[in-house]
């Protein structure tokens, strides 16, 4: 689906009432809601507009290189400063996110503000918490559907290299290199209109998969031998415990991905990854084939998500929960016949 037209007109009409922006997304930001808020941010400065990114928290290092960086605010870390410039906000544009809640701490200051809202996300089952909502979870990515946006305002011209690498990173890392079935020919037809208007490829994976610290290997590591391996569900759980934490200095984002190593096993087509965070567990859970994760991270781990991409929450400790996520129906509990693992397709 293309952009709306009833959409594109209320956000023409609230962007035209509208001078002070204020562009947010999710908790725990990825680069599809990091490239997405710092491209639209740009685009609205182009507009002439006074566009300020304020994120719930912390993201990871290896997104700190797209353009804009400096100047978002980080709302866990600097709650007045944000909270000064929500006050003289005119307007909201949340990205990457379907509830209200995913902002995370920003979330009671965002209810509070009365001023217009505007989404645009590709999670399914959104809230209807805006004035102005393009929903679409056909599309890769939040930065594909900005892209789409940008073209139908009219402001193509203003696509460059900068704004183009921002939407490039989300597009590829949601699209997990465009390996994920929500890679559709819209999606590289977007790509190569990036790629015409100077985006590198080669520059943007260097900058976002060439940039681990060591820890990371050490954690990836920690985390395989963990696997749990559930064969006849076709399922796997990895996890890192209390003490492999401690062991190994972490910081946010060195465990981003992880999840996928799962995938990879032949055979498999659901994969778990947890660890402890914040005095709770953090779930991730990706799946191939028709194994709907969003519904499985609603049902069992207060998440949700995409159909083959979700995450969630446990208030159980790690092993009651990986026991909790080991018991659970799984793809290969599902299939009365088991298909043929080893058979390529
Ligand atoms: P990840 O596993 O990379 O953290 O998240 C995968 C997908 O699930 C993302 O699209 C993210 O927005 C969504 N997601 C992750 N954690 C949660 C959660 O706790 N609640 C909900 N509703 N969605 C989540
Ligand atoms: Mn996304």
Redesign the pocket.
Known sequence: MSVPPSFLSQAQHLLSSAQKIVVTN?L?P?GDAMGSALAAAALLRHQGKEATVIVPNRYAANLHWIKGNEEVIRFEESPEKARAILREAQLTLHLD?NALY?SGPLEEDLQKLEVPRIVIDH?RQPEHFAEALYSDHEMSSTCEMVYHWALAMGWERYLDRDIGEALYAGIATDTGNFRFSSTRPKTHQAVAHLLTVGVRPHVVASRIYDSNRPERFKLLGRALDNMRLLENRHAVILYLSEKDLMEIPFEKGDTEGF?NYGLSLAGIELSAFCYPWEGRVKM?FRSKSDFDVNQFARQNF?????FN?????SDLSLDETVEKAAGLDAPGTIHAVPTDLTAPN
Do not use: L
């Open positions: 999710h725990n990825d996110y995913r999670h999840v991730s207060q998440g949700g998500g995409h991409a979700a995450g969630g929450i």
